[in-house]
Each structure stands twice: as C-alpha cells, then as structure tokens.
C-alpha cells in the first residue's frame, strides 16, 4: 500500500503510518529499529531494495531522506516536503517513508525526521554514496547510535580513510570494512590451526581500493608484522599471503567467488568466499549497534602509519638537496 502526501508535514506522516497499518490489518509495530538512508534520487532505489531485503532479518521503520536543491532563487526560498508512505508488501517487513526535501527545510532535515523515529528503538543512519567529513556532528548523525558510510563510493576512497579516522567516534563503521569480515575470519581460523608466528604479510588487490587498504590495517594491527600492498586486476581483494616461520600461508581468490586456502604441510582447501551485495552488507551491520573497536584500532593504526610514512617520503627530497647544496657552500667558503 502507497500513500503519497504533497507539501505535508510529519504530524500528517505519522498519521498516514497508522491509516495504513490499519488497512492492512496490522495495527501493532513490530518494527526493531529505525533506519535513515541520506542519499540523492539517483542512488535512492538501490539503497532503498537493499535496505528492504535487509528488513526481512530485522523489521525496521526506513526513512529515506532526499535532498532536492533547486536551481531556482524562488524554489529554493520555498519549503516544501513531500512524502511516499509505503506499508506492507511495498515496505518489506516493515515500513517506508520516502521524504523529498525542498528549499530551507533540506538544511533541518533532522527537524523532520525526528517525529518520524520509533519511540525507545535505536536509530542507524546510512549514507549510501556522499557521507559528511563528520558523522557523528552531522545533525541527523547526531540522532543515531550507529552511522554507515562507504568509503568505496568516494572519488578519492584513500584519502577518506585518513578523514573517516580523524573523525571517528564509538558507533561509526564502513562497508569497506564489513566487506572484508569473511577475510578475516577465514585467516584468524588459519592462524589458530597452525602453531607459528607470523613474520610478514601481503594484500593483493585492487588500485585504490579501501577495503583492501583496511585489511592490510588489521593485519599490521594485530600481528604487528610488516604488511606489503601489492596491486592485481581485481575483482575487488584477490589474494592474501602470510610468511611463518614454517612457511607461507595463502588465501587466494581470482575470480571473486571461489578462493583457496593453503597452508604448509595441508592439503589445499577450497572455500566460499563470494562478493557479497549492499544487503547482506547493511544486514550484518544492523547484527550489532556497540562501537566497534576493531574497526577504530585497525583504521588508526593503518592512517598513522600511512602519515609517517608520508612524512619520510617528503623529508627524504630535503634532507637530500641540503645535502647536496652542503659541498658547494664549503668550497665557495674556501
């Protein structure tokens, strides 16, 4: 069931909910949590079919904020909202507010989206494409317990991690990072079934790719070993090999769906390891609402690295003209 509301308010949204729960014949919520995706019209359908078929695991209310910024001097001076209520099989498990901001009213979308969350249910907002340097001192971050972005929609997803991790607060997280959740627990369980230390480590993928970037983090992290990035083809994060003392350990996969896992002295294994789509992605983070610890060791540890590294890169050209110019002022003195 569809309802569509033109110039409304969230008073009359609140009250289109309870008509159309009613028609349908289910007056109760059962909804566990409310979910704000912030997203542009473009990119509102996908996010929206994904959160959908995330409801099926956790009933949620979703609100869906879009920002309509018109061109025009006098559309932009007028604020407007309109609405799409969905209930039923056209929400999922749950329900669907479509908000379309317009005017003034697109800088107080928290003002509008605040009547609308589920009294003593927890919020998580999702940015699905253009998330703020901030997020928990955005307005409407500031309303969630958990804030989503996704560094791999950026144009510069390197560069955001390094901001994602001078921002951080408890309850931020990534899809880049939840990309890599398979991976990692596939090599802790390799780790665990071999009695040997890790001395180095390598991650093959992608060109510019954050949840590569990221895993890399991790494992310098947690093994506080010297871990090498090395750039292949894609799809995505391909290979991952770990040197012990009693040799290598590797976790391979080519062709995004199907890796193998190697270990010295085992026979080769073969393992689902599959790329998986924004649903499952967003279904696994709304599993757990606690601040996610791992995630802020793993993304500060890897940025200061990365920073130092920067740092030794742009002395070294100094260092080496100082030096250079060194002779010359000695002879001229001479």
């Avoid at 959160?51 to 904020?65: G, K, Y």
């Avoid at 498990?93 to 009294?119: C, I, K």
């Avoid at 002295?265 to 609402?289: C, S, W």
Wanted: glycine share 6%.
């Amino acid at each position: 069931m569809k309802i569509d509301l033109t110039d409304t308010t969230s008073s009359k949204i609140n009250k289109a909910l309870v008509q159309g729960r009613r028609a349908i014949g289910t007056p109760a919520v059962g909804m566990v949590l409310t979910l704000v995706i912030v997203t542009d019209e473009e990119n509102a359908y996908d996010s929206l079919k994904a959160a959908n078929e995330a409801s099926r695991e956790h009933p949620s209310r979703t609100l869906v904020v879009i920002k309509r910024v018109s061109r025009s001097p006098r559309d932009r001076a007028k604020a407007r909202l309109d609405a799409e209520v969905r209930v039923g099989a056209d929400a999922g498990t749950g329900e669907t507010v479509v908000l379309r901001l317009y005017g003034e009213v697109t800088d107080h979308a928290q003002s509008v989206v605040l009547p609308l969350l589920l009294p003593d249910a927890p919020v998580v907002v999702w940015w699905p494409v253009t998330a703020p340097v901030d997020p928990a001192a955005d307005p409407l971050g500031a309303l969630a317990q958990r804030r989503v972005t996704d560094t791999y929609a950026c144009e510069r997803p390197i560069a955001e991690l390094t901001a994602r991790a001078d921002a951080y607060a408890p309850g931020d997280t990534d899809l880049s990072w939840t990309r890599i959740t398979p991976w990692r627990s596939m090599l802790a369980a390799a780790l665990d079934q071999v009695p040997w230390q890790a001395t180095s480590a390598e991650v093959e993928g992608e060109e510019f790719n954050p949840s590569c970037e990221l895993l890399a983090m991790w494992l310098a992290d947690r093994l506080k070993v010297p871990v090498k990035r090395s750039v292949s083809a894609g799809p995505g994060l391909t290979a991952v090999r770990l040197q012990t003392g009693n040799g290598p350990i590797v976790l391979d996969r080519a062709d995004g769906s199907l890796a193998t896992l190697s270990i010295q002295g085992q026979p080769d294994r073969a393992v689902a390891l599959k790329r998986r789509e924004t649903a499952e992605l967003i279904a696994e983070e709304l599993r757990r609402l606690d601040p996610d610890d791992t995630y802020a060791s793993a993304l500060r540890y890897g940025v200061d690295r990365l920073n130092d590294e920067s740092a030794e890169t742009a002395s070294a050209p100094a260092a080496k003209k100082t030096a250079s110019r060194a002779p010359a002022k000695k002879a001229a003195t001479k």
